[in-house]
T-cell receptor
Framework: DTEVTQTPKHLVMGMTNKKSLKCEQH?????MYWYKQKAKKPPELMFV???????INESVPSRFSPECPNSSLLNLHLHALQPEDSALYLC??????????????FGQGTRLTVV | QKEVEQNSGPLSVPEGAIASLNCTYS??????FFWYRQYSGKSPELIMF????GDKEDGRFTAQLNKASQYVSLLIRDSQPSDSATYLC??????????FGGGTRLMVKP
């Protein structure tokens, strides 16, 4: 099973709303990622969790707040977003490995629209 | 700045032909290389990975890696219209971090 499940698939939120994106995997992977992808652009890394600890934060604005409650779950809390934050948000997971990265598998993404 | 470069395309090939997709990277310390396929509006799907110099074949796909030239490629034999998608090259620079190229749009014409 190489499935990463993201919910919701689509989300429309106002600039004053608070919402959360959820990601779940049961492959035993201990590295999980959030990426943001705008149309016709490659995925941009936002956050990396390794063994449930935040290891990389790519200078993401504080209106995005990640959380890794356990080894299977990854959340992205959203607050006071701007219309330019509208994008496809992708979760991925992999098995961390010294010196190289094991294959990363992506969820289906959450299409976020900020109005 | 650690970069991964791809020709944006579109690369147009006739059905049944070989499609050749190329990627260069700037960080000589990169150790792992991945090819993802992404259909419009969908998430990236891993199709190949390669760690060692040389060729790696999986069905109609062959990944080629040349670390001396900092070059990785993907060959798709007997291209089908269903192969039409954007192909993303990704490189592991350090730790658990993938850097993506801009992607090459492939169009396979019947």
């Amino acid at each position: 099973d190489t499935e990463v499940t993201q919910t919701p698939k689509h989300l429309v939120m106002g600039m004053t709303n608070k919402k959360s994106l959820k990601c779940e995997q049961h492959m035993g992977h201990r590295a999980m990622y959030w990426y943001k992808q705008k149309a016709k652009k490659p995925p941009e890394l936002m956050f990396v969790y390794s063994y449930e600890k935040l290891s990389i934060n790519e200078s993401v604005p504080s209106r995005f707040s990640p959380e890794c409650p356990n080894s299977s779950l990854l959340n992205l809390h959203l607050h006071a977003l701007q219309p330019e934050d509208s994008a496809l948000y992708l979760c991925a997971s992999s098995q961390p490995s010294t010196g190289r990265i094991a294959e990363a598998f992506f969820g289906q993404g959450t299409r976020l629209t900020v109005v | 700045q650690k970069e991964v470069e791809q020709n944006s395309g579109p690369l147009s090939v006739p059905e049944g032909a070989i499609a050749s997709l190329n990627c260069t990277y700037s960080d000589r310390g990169s150790q792992s290389f991945f090819w993802y396929r992404q259909y419009s509006g969908k998430s990236p799907e891993l199709i190949m990975f390669i760690y060692s110099n040389g060729d790696k074949e999986d069905g109609r796909f062959t990944a080629q890696l040349n670390k001396a030239s900092q070059y990785v490629s993907l060959l798709i034999r007997d291209s089908q219209p269903s192969d039409s998608a954007t192909y993303l090259c990704a490189v592991n620079n350090a730790g658990n971090m993938l850097t993506f190229g801009g992607g090459t749009r492939l169009m396979v014409k019947p």
